[in-house]
């Protein structure tokens, strides 16, 4: 079965959830933003998705992008689609008016890219990389770049890629080895290999816009030493530039979308934004680029689920506990069996929770950028810069390992090729991997943004979080608990990692797992406030929620307990014995 | 890097931690078995697996099994090592002496096909049906099929099949159609539609011999009615049977195993014992082959971890906390990293556990055969009953995440093909599925094998688990109060499951992972007990155990509490009504 948008489960979650309207109507640019027409948008974005871009998922798996001599042929339809998805006007949905784009909110944009990654995740790799293109170049790049390359981003008409990774620099991008070389008129040359670029070579768009982090000659070692480079495919005068594609990936999945290795053979490039500046410029887009993989792992999940959920429906084997069947066989619907059951409504929870949760960070992104109040606008930032990596890490872990649990629903059958289900867990685990692996989101969160304040930022997030409680009602108190005992373990962490450096290294994983588990458990609160959540269809998850999953919560919380009692004694009995 | 059998490693966990000989010394046959003739074939079979086997794994999954006209060639070098392999005596090991066996422990044997999974799924997949086939056709075949079958079987020159699935009928055999007319002349002619058939056709072996169940035409409907047939590839005179090969599946991975759909057009076979006992005559190998499904995935997850180590030991990224390293990159190992070092022991904690663990199950398998005191035969085959269903779904489910654990070290290079990680992913997803889906398996344990008898048998194998430990250690004493609990919460499901009929079904798969949990910190108990578990290669993965495996024990009970607490409540609610 192909996958289908189920948009008024997801318009349901924005509007009465997440009640974006009351949050978007506060900031200038939208204040006239009619809630009819998000639906019409939302709507008409997942006829497009199911009708052209659900049906070439399986042909971009089996025949994938190919190379020959250098040049990257996508899988047959895959350019045709892409064309008639630009010249929709799809990708300049958030993109500002003064530079031809729709200037919508970018929670539209997101849940547009969720629809798209369950759809055909290899299709979408090539236009998710756009909006940080288009950041990217909007706050750091001269008037004459912005001029040439924001329309063109801004519609989609030309493609972008990011490119970090060199054999050698992978998570550490302070080992970039790629150089640039001024030729005293302004521009550079540029010479390196970079791995790993999604949609380096291709077919899709007329030109391809680099952007790319090299070292200037005199620069210091490190990651402060490098600086951000543009380098088209075509240059202005229409000659090819020296950016040659070595070959293409085999990879465990996500075939539709190629990896390419790009030789840079003194190309000529333009500098974006202040020389030994090049990570401040490309993290300028990080919150956005990471919720966008999250809208990966949600949507695929999504996906999954769908396949898992119609078979469950279909399939009949043994005699379920409890059921008396008068169908001839004899057997149950297996989705009438426990087992599967939990499978379904867990999964369920999941992907419902994880839209609340990324649909709200993605108004949190809108009110960075628009709210008339400054205090607001940070916490918004501090929303995202502490919500964004959990979603990241949480829901593509959830992509793969869920998608997984739904292949199992199938038994044999989701082993094989011909049910759809194993391509999604293929494709599904490189999202655990890129924009960050999933332990360097741990890192990030736990290292770089919880500790360094003594927990300071993130007890205001919680308070955030408190806000939207209403301790009265049973659902929410119990919420307020754990949110009080998350607290509290962020503390205790912050304490006994003083006398352990390695400490937080140890519990990254269980404190951003814990954080993970509070905010769906908050969601399902705000769920749990529309009426419609007395129907089955949300009952089932929600229960599911309480019962399966948050259990694991007091297992993380143990963890962090022992390991820091341990930290906490071990430092005692060092300074008995100093 | 080709996966090398660690057999140092493996025969120290047999003499010991499972101090094999003790146990074997004390059956007939072996009364004589030698350690070092022991040590001797561990160590040649090993030679043989990673220079014969292991090099032909990739190129099983790039090539893999072809089909074309009926006909199934294997990857190149697979007729020709498996040819190898049956001429050196291997699947020989552990068949009878008086059936051309060489008469060995069955502990051996599984040993055996530990490193041949772990070198080669795909291949082994064929000769490890062999032993099943052999022991069905032994207890339960005549006179004249035994002639004719079990030397072949024996010595390995022919492979088999067990043909069960058909498109209606998975784990439901009940809904199994094929049909069996007899003939008149003691003879029957089979008639229907199988699939996923490993091996059911191919050019390893000059012939194939396929076990199929299948229905008489007066029998009964449901499982009751079905009866097991014998029916050749190549007939006694040389002619083809009516078996034909339509094609076989596209999968996620185990591309080097054909996996056939099989039809069967009145092929002439034979009844393998009473008609209307065929999933009895199946059921007699189960314990063994889930015990062989369980070596695939201790097999695929040490070649995994075997892989991650590897290149954690060399690759370098970022700064580790604590350490200073004199590299000129600046850059430490990654194995020095915390998320990195957590993945590699806590994986290694379940490759050596488990191996404790299906050691320890194969010797009692030993032992139900020929033990001479019939009271030690029968908790020999308690201990078999219980434990076997555990070891094929907790290892096949930890083959499938830490191979994704393992495959996270290697970040983006992990996702490729080149490094040869993925593979194993791909491979060990189906071993969660085949041979009894792990939820059956946990369905069988807790509603099969612990419910009925009011977890009575669960008591006598937790007392054998007991005696093997030494409470005035810690570590033991540990163990014991864990045990304890888990009997506790066995008790609690078979109380509340009086009043509700589907709560077992719900709470099975946690059971069977608290059973799961406690059996691993059991076999650290008897590493503990080896002057070796003082070492840094038994310390780090007995710690990483207690620190980030152990922890889910709490939460599995108190899933179980929580749900078994709720059916006492819901139950009594409805006698205060009622």
Redesign the interface.
């Known amino acids: 079965m192909l996958f289908q948008p189920k948009t008024d489960e997801m318009l349901l979650v924005l509007s009465q959830v997440v009640r974006a309207s009351q949050h978007l109507q506060a900031l200038p640019p939208y204040r006239e933003l009619d809630a009819e027409l998000t639906q019409q948008l939302v709507e008409e974005a997942g006829k497009f998705v199911g009708a052209v871009i659900a049906p070439l998922n399986r042909i971009g798996d089996e025949i994938g992008a190919r190379f020959k001599d250098g040049q990257v042929t996508m899988a047959p339809g895959f350019r045709a689609a892409y064309q008639a998805f630009w010249q929709a006007g799809w990708p300049a949905l958030a993109a500002a008016t003064e530079d031809g784009g729709q200037g919508l909110p970018i929670v539209l944009e997101v849940m547009l890219f969720e629809m798209l990654n369950a759809a055909n995740h290899g299709w979408t790799m090539a236009p998710d990389l756009l909006h940080g293109a288009y950041e990217c170049i909007k706050h750091h790049a001269s008037d004459a770049l912005k001029k040439r390359y924001l329309p063109k981003l801004a519609s989609g008409e030309w493609l972008a890629t990011m490119c970090l990774?060199e054999p050698?620099a992978?998570?550490?991008l302070?080992?970039v080895k790629t150089r640039a070389v001024p030729q005293g008129d302004g521009s550079y040359q540029i010479s390196g290999t970079k791995?790993?670029i999604s949609g380096g070579e291709h077919d899709l768009s007329d030109n391809i816009v680099h952007l790319v982090l090299a070292r200037l000659p005199d620069s210091p070692?490190?990651s402060k030493g490098l600086s951000l480079f543009l380098v088209p495919k075509f240059m202005p005068d229409g000659a090819r530039s020296a950016v040659y594609c070595e070959r293409i990936?085999?990879?465990?999945g996500l075939h539709g979308s190629p990896?390419c290795v790009l030789r840079f053979e003194a190309a000529s490039g333009a500098i974006i934004g202040q020389p030994g500046r090049g990570l401040q410029a490309m993290f300028v887009m990080m919150n956005s680029a990471r919720l966008h993989v999250a809208m990966q792992g949600i949507g695929l999940l999504e996906a999954a689920w769908q396949k898992a959920d119609a078979y469950a429906q279909e399939r009949?084997?043994?005699r379920a506990?409890?059921r008396k069947t008068t169908d001839p066989?004899?057997?149950d619907l297996i989705k009438e069996?426990?087992?599967?059951r939990?499978i379904l409504d867990t999964q369920r929870a999941w992907i419902d929770g994880g839209r609340v949760i990324a649909y709200r960070t993605a108004v949190e992104l809108d009110i960075a950028r628009h709210h008339p109040d400054a205090a607001r606008r940070d916490a918004a930032l501090r929303w995202c810069s502490l919500t964004t990596p959990v979603l990241k890490a949480a829901f593509t872990q959830q992509a793969?390992?869920g998608s997984?649990e739904c292949?199992?629903v199938f038994?044999?059958?989701?082993?094989?090729?011909?049910s759809g289900i194993?391509q999604h867990?293929?494709d599904a685990?490189?999202t655990?991997?890129?924009e960050g692996?999933?332990?360097i989101q741990?890192?990030d969160l736990l290292l770089r943004k919880v500790l360094p304040d003594g927990a300071g930022a993130f007890g205001l997030w919680l308070d955030d979080l408190r806000s939207d409680l209403d301790p009265p009602q049973p659902i929410d108190a119990q919420v307020l608990t754990r949110l009080t005992e998350l607290q509290a373990h962020a503390d205790r962490i912050s304490l006994a990692a003083k006398s352990d450096?390695?400490l937080a290294?140890?519990l990254?994983?269980d404190f951003l797992r814990a954080v993970a588990l509070c905010l769906l458990d908050w969601s399902f609160a705000q769920i749990a406030k529309t009426p419609e959540a007395a129907t089955l269809r949300w009952q089932a998850p929600a229960q599911a929620l309480q019962?399966?999953i948050m259990?694991?919560l007091?297992?993380r919380l143990?963890?962090i307990n022992?390991?820091s009692c341990c930290a906490d004694a071990a430092s005692s009995a060092t300074k008995t014995h100093s």
């Open positions: 990774t050698q992978g998570s550490d302070g080992l791995i790993f070692p490190g990936e085999e990879k465990m990896t009949r084997q043994m506990p409890g066989s004899g057997a069996h426990p087992a599967m939990r793969f390992y997984s292949l199992q038994g044999g059958h989701g082993y094989v090729r011909e194993e867990v293929r685990r490189v655990m991997i890129y692996s999933n332990e741990a890192i450096d390695t290294h140890w990254a994983d019962r399966w259990p694991e007091a297992m143990a963890i022992a390991a």
